[in-house]
């Protein structure tokens, strides 16, 4: 039996994009990589995301994430990290949350309340699972 593991395909699938300079890359949709996207956008490590039909086939659907770079060619998310695995999840209390590069960085936790940041998990005192890291 084959292990699979869709958010790790797409932080994958992001840093490949961004090695190879790319101005966007495609992501297959569910409602937990829309979470961790909507988070990248509004921390500002994304320029955009947009829901798209497939022109050749219009039942499928995917995110196109456009990355977001600097005049100098730099991308805004300099390293991703998959923190909990499915084959080894990683819990935290929000006490235990540490911040990421003195708060540059943000790790992404999926909580009673839904998927929020480490910062907001701090705020309404929650813990969760620890998915990923972005700095």
């Known amino acids: ?10 932080l ?3 840093k490949n994009a961004i090695l190879a300079k790319k101005e966007f890359v495609d992501v297959p949709p569910s409602k937990e990589k829309l979470e961790i996207i909507k988070i990248l956008k509004n921390e500002g490590f994304i320029k955009n995301f947009k829901k798209m039909n497939d022109e050749k086939n219009e039942a499928k ?4 994430v ?7 060619g730099t991308c805004a998310i300099f390293g ?4 909990s695995k499915p ?3 990683i819990y935290k209390g929000y006490k235990n949350l540490v911040k990421l590069y003195n708060g540059i960085g943000i790790n992404v936790v999926s909580t009673s309340t839904g998927i929020i940041t480490d910062k907001k998990a701090v705020e309404k005192k929650v813990g969760g699972e620890v998915i990923c ?3």
């Open 66 to 72: 456009f990355l977001k770079y600097d005049e100098a």
């Open 87 to 89: 084959g080894r999840r």
């Open 12 to 14: 994958a699938k992001v």
């Open 1 to 10: 039996m084959a292990n699979h593991d869709p958010i790790g395909d797409m």
């Open 80 to 83: 991703l990290k998959r923190i």
């Open 61 to 64: 659907v995917f995110f196109r």
């Open 133 to 135: 890291s972005v700095w």
